[in-house]
């Protein structure tokens, strides 16, 4: 019995609802009389080998686009990692051209790290791999179901369990078919959550990190008793109550630092002379 060419809908929005209408006005026409049972078997079978063959062309779609974005993302992340590797090389030779392009080397490893992220994110390589892998599972199950109905033809049909059997092996057809299509989904939902949610741990551990900078600058003043204080200040989580905390012996300076300086005083030495270093709390 010859194939029913897939409609423009059927071999491109196999997620579409109205193809399961289509699927079921199929059926309204067939009679199941024991003189065209075979018949209407081999229809109800034609109606689901077309389901499945839309999903084949629907992967097979979704693999190619897959494919270019696993090709582009890649590419990208080679050529700009090279040039991120290769502009501090150039900036260390005798060539005055390349002496001010060292410091773009990072942005550029940062931009092929961004294609990287952008692959996984979009399920290019993984997804691509996927769908391949399912097209070939959906060509195996056709193929494979094929074969058993041409064997089921061919054997006589003449008891009621004949006619059974028939619409056993349909309705396993039917079962494979979905089971796949669901679990690929499910694979596909659990990967893009997962690449989500590292993508998410990936920015907040970059935006805490620039958050703790500490910075170190040296403040040298006279103090109000004629001595000089060296103090360092650091930005340090320090906790708020902890810093409010007014100090024991402050030595206050007239470059003071926004953060609480303990200090004990020191009496007055010689000019030129300094005392030791003050850490901040």
């Known amino acids: 019995m010859p194939q029913p060419t897939p409609?423009?809908?059927?071999?491109?929005?196999?997620?579409?609802?109205?193809?399961?209408?289509?699927f079921r006005a199929k059926l309204e026409g067939l009679a199941w009389d024991k003189q065209n049972a075979v018949e209407s078997l081999s229809a109800l079978f034609a109606a689901v080998d077309e389901l499945a063959e839309a999903e084949v062309h629907y992967y097979y779609r979704r693999r190619g686009t897959r494919a270019w974005i696993s090709g582009v993302t890649r590419t990208g992340a080679w050529?700009?990692?090279?040039?991120?590797?290769?502009?501090?090389?150039?900036?260390?030779?005798?060539?005055?051209l390349f002496k001010d392009w060292g410091q773009y080397g990072y942005a550029f490893?940062?931009?092929?790290?961004?294609?990287?992220?952008?692959?996984?994110?979009?399920?290019?390589?993984?997804?691509?791999?996927?769908?391949?892998?399912?097209?070939?599972?959906?060509e195996r199950l056709i193929t494979a179901s094929r074969v058993e109905w041409c064997k089921y033809l061919a054997s006589p049909h003449e008891t009621d369990d004949d006619i059974?059997?028939?619409?056993?092996?349909?309705?396993?057809?039917?079962?494979?078919?979905?089971?796949?299509?669901?679990?690929?989904?499910?694979?596909?939902?659990?990967?893009?959550?997962?690449?989500?949610a590292k993508f998410q741990k990936s920015i907040e551990a970059k935006g805490s990190v620039s958050?703790?900078?500490?910075?170190?600058?040296?403040?040298?003043?006279?103090?109000?008793?004629?001595?000089?204080?060296?103090?360092?200040?650091r930005i340090s989580p320090v906790p708020r109550a902890r810093r409010?905390?007014?100090?024991?012996?402050?030595?206050?300076?007239?470059?003071?630092?926004?953060?609480?300086v303990r200090q004990t005083t020191t009496p007055p030495v010689r000019s030129g002379a300094t005392v030791p270093a003050v850490r901040a709390f």
Do not use: M
């Not at 050529?79 to 005055?96: H, I, K, N």
């Not at 900078?213 to 040296?218: D, G, K, V, W, Y």
């Not at 409010?244 to 609480?260: E, H, I, K, M, N």
């Open 79 to 96: 050529l700009l990692g090279t040039v991120g590797l290769l502009l501090p090389l150039l900036a260390g030779t005798d060539a005055s």
């Open 109 to 138: 490893l940062a931009a092929a790290a961004s294609c990287l992220a952008a692959n996984s994110l979009f399920g290019g390589t993984e997804g691509h791999i996927r769908f391949f892998s399912t097209q070939l599972e959906l």
């Open 211 to 233: 958050g703790k900078i500490t910075h170190e600058s040296l403040n040298q003043a006279p103090a109000s008793n004629g001595c000089r204080v060296k103090a360092v200040c």
């Open 164 to 196: 059974a059997k028939g619409f056993a092996l349909i309705l396993g057809y039917a079962s494979a078919l979905y089971a796949a299509t669901i679990t690929e989904t499910g694979r596909w939902g659990e990967t893009l959550l997962i690449e989500l």
């Open 244 to 260: 409010l905390r007014p100090p024991l012996s402050p030595v206050r300076s007239r470059r003071t630092c926004p953060w609480t």
């Open 7 to 22: 409609t423009w809908l059927q071999r491109f929005r196999p997620e579409d609802p109205r193809r399961i209408k289509a």
